[in-house]
């Protein structure tokens, strides 16, 4: 399933223009001091068509692998045609993207207001969530690539992402052993204190557990205060660079290892 929603992905992004931002020393210092992730959603480089497409691709991807049930699938493919995705998809941005953290208490999971007053509710909270995670990721980064090498982006100091407000769902530590946040929506990395909790910001390192593989491969963080973890590519001995989707599927075992010990 992940290899194929990749290659979705991966054709729609061949497509995409280059994206323009401003993105500098003074708008990012500017966006630090307001904790406030700088890309709006007018900046994304979307094209209305490969958006549909790639909707519509991610559902039938997800249904035929069971990750949505019929009724979910029906509702997304609809919304996939919709006159209105434009703004659903802009509300569910916007949410995260502008207020990083409060989200999760402003916005019910799987319930996307849009103007004029309609309310499009999906079944399971998450529902659409995940498959707009999945639909924006390759305008999402188109951006991140855009930015990646910039020097600038050490300026940033959040645990959410610095371009489009997304959680980490995975780290790198680096040769230098500095721990890179890795962005769960537009793959951005960002260098984040190695010990404080990126979720509640727990900096008490007697309060954070952290074990890794037999092979030293891979690396949890998990909190003593909020009970969530993040996993981490140990790229310090590593013979290539992280590959998040990869990475993700690798460390399975470790997500079981990390709830058999009750964090989330
Ligand atoms: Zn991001
Ligand atoms: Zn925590």
Redo the contacts with the bound molecule.
Sequence with gaps: MHLELLEIQRRVQARIPFPSFDFNARVLTYHQAAARPLLRFEDIPIELTDLRLVVRQTAEVLRRFDALDEAEFQKVQALGRDAALPSVIGDWYRASAEKPLTASVAAAPGTVRRPGATTVALGDAGTLDQVFTLALRPFLSRCADAVQQRPELTIWQHPYCLLCGGEPDLAVITPAAERHLICSRCGLQWKFEPLT??????GDRSR?TSFATPDGQYRVYA??????YLKAYDGRRAIRPVMPVVDAVATLPLDAAAMQRGYT
């Design positions: 909790c990126p979720f509640c910001r727990n954070i909190c003593d205060v909020c009970t969530r």
